[in-house]
């Protein structure tokens, strides 16, 4: 249950230095905490019902909120069962095929709402199992590259970010340079 938490190494070790009862205190606070949060599917079908009226900034950021702290096994059912990691793969391709990354930066609502939809990648990719899922899409790579262009510091960041594990698989090197 403690490695479903997702904890990083600093938590973990704090968490570990608490006495026993602590400890479980912290275990059923974050149990509480995860009761709590909606599905994967529920939170997919909210985002995509009544043809994706749901699906912007807030709802998105929701999903940021939900995908950095809660528990492994919520994003990797995200992604694996409910494929949930497509939808925002397709809103950005969406965006790079409209041609929209040239003005993207001219329309504070796009902006907002294409950070968060890079967030969102970023969290999925921090979990070993789905960050596979992502990199065996062979269009988001190209897609991240393109925000490179977008002329806007934050997404530049992100999208740099988003890159990151590309770099690291030594088969997709190739890719990269080409």
């Known amino acids: 249950m403690i490695s479903d938490m997702g904890l990083n190494n600093n938590e973990y ?6 006495d026993i009862k ?19 599917q529920c939170i997919i079908k909210y985002i995509t019902m009544d043809d994706y009226q749901n699906f912007n900034a807030n709802s998105i950021e929701y999903l940021h909120s939900i995908l950095k702290d809660c528990f492994v096994t919520w994003i990797a059912e995200f992604v694996s069962k409910f494929k949930g990691h497509t939808i925002l793969i397709n809103k ?26 890079l967030q969102c990648i ?6 070993d199992s789905c960050q596979h899922e992502l990199i065996n899409d062979k269009t988001l790579m190209y ?14 960041i992100l999208a740099l970010k ?14 990269i340079i080409k």
């Open 13 to 18: 070790e704090k968490m570990m230095k608490l």
């Open 22 to 40: 602590k400890r479980w205190e912290f275990i059923q606070a974050q149990n509480t905490k995860y009761s709590q949060l909606p599905s994967p």
């Open 92 to 117: 950005i391709q969406q965006y790079e095929a409209q041609d929209n990354f040239k003005n993207l930066h001219e329309n504070e609502k796009d902006i907002n709402l294409f950070k968060c939809l």
């Open 122 to 127: 970023n969290d999925i990719q921090n979990i």
């Open 143 to 156: 897609s991240i590259l393109n925000a490179l262009f977008i002329q806007n510091d934050d997404i530049f």
């Open 162 to 175: 988003d890159l990151l594990p590309y770099t690291l698989f030594a088969e997709n090197v190739d890719k």
